[in-house]
C-alpha cells in the first residue's frame, strides 16, 4: 500500500475484554513503533520491532499488552483484560533501517474501553 | 537513556507574530533529532529533520549540541500551523524514535 494502515479505526470494547490491533507497514521497511496518544497526552512508546532483532519491549504499561511481528511485516498488538485507562488512540509507524530517516504513521485506532 | 523534554504543553500566539517551540534532549552521542507534526484530523508527519538543513512552512531548527537543544522557530506564524508539534531523537545505532511530550500551537486571528 501506499501508506501504514491500521485497522480497526475505531474499537469500542468492554472492560475485561481482549482487544487485537493490526498494523500493515510500508513495504520494505524493517523498523515498526506502537505508541500510544492519550486524550491531551504526548506520545507514548510501547513497542519497537527491528528487522531480525528482539523487539524493544520496554514501553510496555503492564503484562496485558503484547505484540508480535509476523514475517517481518504486518504486527498485531494486543491487550488482554482491557481496563478503561486504556482508552486512546494507538499509533504504528515505520521505518526504513537507518537512524536519520523518517517515520511514517498510521492513521491510528481509537480504543475505547466502557 | 535518551530522553527529550517539550516544556511546553501550550503556546498561543497571534497571526503575524514569531513562535518558538522549546526542545531539549539527554544524550551522550550524536543524535539525529527530528520535528513531527499533527494537524487536526490528520496523521503524524515529519515537519523537518536536523541533517537536511531545510526550511518547511517556513520553519526552521537549529540544533544547538551544548545546549543540547533543537528548538522550533518560525518568524511569522500563520492560522494554518495551530497544531500538535513533538520534537524526536533517534540515536545511530538501534534507530529508535524517542517522542517529546509535545506542544500544542495555537495561532489567533
Known amino acids: 500500500g501506499a501508506g501504514v494502515s491500521q485497522s480497526p479505526s475505531n474499537k469500542v470494547t468492554e472492560k475485561g475484554k481482549d482487544v487485537e490491533l493490526r498494523c500493515d507497514p510500508i513495504s520494505g521497511h524493517t523498523a515498526l513503533y506502537w505508541y500510544r496518544q492519550s486524550l491531551g497526552q504526548g506520545l507514548e512508546f510501547l513497542i519497537y520491532?527491528?528487522?531480525?532483532?528482539?523487539?524493544?519491549k520496554s514501553g510496555l504499561p503492564s503484562d496485558r499488552f503484547s505484540a508480535e511481528r509476523t514475517g517481518g511485516s504486518v504486527s498485531t498488538l494486543t491487550i488482554q483484560r482491557t481496563q478503561q485507562e486504556d482508552s486512546a488512540v494507538y499509533l504504528c509507524?515505520?521505518?526504513?533501517?537507518?537512524?536519520?530517516?523518517?517515520?511514517?504513521f498510521g492513521q491510528g485506532t481509537r480504543l475505547t474501553v466502557v | 537513556a535518551q530522553r527529550v523534554t517539550q516544556p511546553e504543553k501550550l503556546l498561543s500566539v497571534f497571526k503575524g507574530a514569531p513562535v518558538e517551540l522549546k526542545c531539549n534532549y539527554s544524550?551522550?552521542?550524536?543524535?539525529?533529532l527530528f520535528w513531527y507534526v499533527q494537524y487536526s484530523r490528520q496523521r503524524l508527519q515529519l515537519l523537518l529533520r536536523h541533517i537536511s538543513r531545510e526550511s518547511i512552512k517556513g520553519f526552521t531548527a537549529d540544533l544547538n549540541k551544548g545546549e543540547t537543544s533543537f528548538h522550533l522557530k518560525k518568524p511569522f506564524a500563520q492560522e494554518e500551523d495551530s497544531a500538535m508539534y513533538y520534537c524526536?531523537?533517534?540515536?545511530?545505532?538501534?534507530?529508535?524514535?524517542?517522542f517529546g511530550g509535545g506542544t500544542r500551537v495555537l495561532v489567533k486571528p
Open positions: 544524550y551522550s552521542g550524536s543524535p539525529e
Open positions: 520491532f527491528q528487522g531480525n532483532s528482539a523487539p524493544d
Open positions: 524526536a531523537l533517534s540515536k545511530a545505532a538501534g534507530n529508535k524514535l524517542t
Open positions: 509507524a515505520s521505518s526504513l533501517a537507518r537512524w536519520d530517516t523518517e517515520a511514517f
